[in-house]
């Protein structure tokens, strides 16, 4: 089945160490995305991929960057994690033109 | 005030029953309305999406527009214990500009 990959599942990093959460998928769209969803809140647009332009969020802090080497993969660096970035981290992707975001599984990220 | 609002909840149900979930918005340039069910430590699935007015129906689930009263719904007839989930509502304006507003979301409970 076409679907959007996200590994971890489940992440723990120490307070400042950086983390490298990663996306994958098979549906060969162009576009990707990355959210930041917290408990009882609607995701945060952090930036997405338009095939390889970088589109940044006014908002989303330095610390959180993004790399995408091909259409298939995209990865998350939090260079200096806080207590504060502890959230669930949600991976879309969208077909060029199409509102229709898929969303893979989410990596949930704890802070010690 | 939000660009789109959305009762939290929680909503809780018993099984059989109709249940109405609502967003209101206050930017008119919103073309497209998408509601996405997220279960507990999941990413969002997309449900119905639903372009300017009208209504769509996709089984037991019907996505409604009133673009004039700026306010969406989404309706679950014969609700299932399986339809307990956080239901997001998400909306984007026409043009090159992919990204989505979202809801709060509504946590929703059926019960058997």
């Known amino acids: 089945d076409a679907m959007v990959i996200q590994n971890p599942r489940y992440q723990v990093t120490q307070f400042g160490k950086p983390v490298t959460l990663s996306c994958s998928q098979t549906l060969n769209h162009n576009v990707m995305y990355w959210y930041q969803q917290k408990s009882s809140q609607a995701p945060k647009l952090l930036f997405h991929?338009?095939?390889?332009?970088?589109?940044n969020e006014a908002d989303t802090p330095d610390n959180f960057q993004s790399r995408r080497p091909n259409t298939s993969f995209c990865f998350l660096d939090i260079r200096s994690p806080g207590l504060g970035d502890a959230a669930m981290y949600l991976c879309?992707?969208?077909?060029?033109?199409?509102?229709?975001?898929?969303f893979g599984p989410g990596t949930r990220l704890t802070v010690t | 005030q939000k660009e789109v609002e959305q009762d939290p909840g929680p909503l809780s149900v018993p099984e059989g029953a109709i249940v109405s979930l609502n967003c209101t918005y206050s930017n008119s340039a919103f073309q497209y309305f998408m509601w996405y069910r997220q279960y507990s430590r999941k990413g969002p699935e997309l449900l119905m999406y639903t372009y300017s007015s009208g209504n769509k129906e996709d089984g037991r689930f019907t996505a409604q527009v009133d673009k004039s009263s700026k306010y969406i719904s989404l309706f679950i007839r014969d609700s299932q214990p399986s339809d307990s989930a956080t239901y997001l509502c998400?909306?984007?304006?026409?043009?090159?500009?992919?990204?989505?507003?979202w809801g709060l979301g509504t946590s929703l409970a059926v019960n058997p």
């Open positions: 998400a909306m984007k304006k026409t043009g090159n500009n992919r990204k989505l507003i």
């Open positions: 879309a992707t969208s077909r060029e033109h199409a509102y229709e975001q898929y």
């Open positions: 991929y338009y095939d390889k332009d970088f589109n």
